[in-house]
């Protein structure tokens, strides 16, 4: 249904945004170093609103605020991104200059940190970045 030319020229921004991973990598990236919004505004963006509630439609507590999900990489730091449709995802750690985009043409169960293949890759990146620090 998404993947309809009708349906993404339609354009639904919540529910359909067409990027590669490396164009929604590129924007977060943006997002966090200070060219597309300030530094100070970044450190209000960082942390988390609410922390650990409990999200009925999912059945896990989240942390969320500023239009993010919030959630501790492998190495305890915050990641600040969106989970999506499939198990897809987007992930800034500010704390170690990264961004991971995890976007996928077969969907997945689960959601964000849920999904098994994310969970996969996000803990070998992790693996290689401490390894290299």
Known sequence: MFNSPS????????VNGVASARGLAHLHQIFMDGTLISPEFFKTVAQPEYEGFFDHTLGVEESKGHGFIYSRSPTGSWQIGHS???G???RMDPDNELVICYLTNALKAG????TLTYNRLQMK???ILTTKK
Do not use: D, N, T
């Not at 349906?7 to 919540?14: E, I, N, T, Y």
């Not at 959601?111 to 849920?114: A, I, T, V």
């Open 84 to 86: 999506a449709m499939g």
């Open 88 to 90: 897809q995802c987007i």
């Open 125 to 127: 990146i992790y693996e």
């Open 7 to 14: 349906v993404r020229a339609f354009g639904q921004p919540a």
């Open 111 to 114: 959601s964000g940190k849920h």
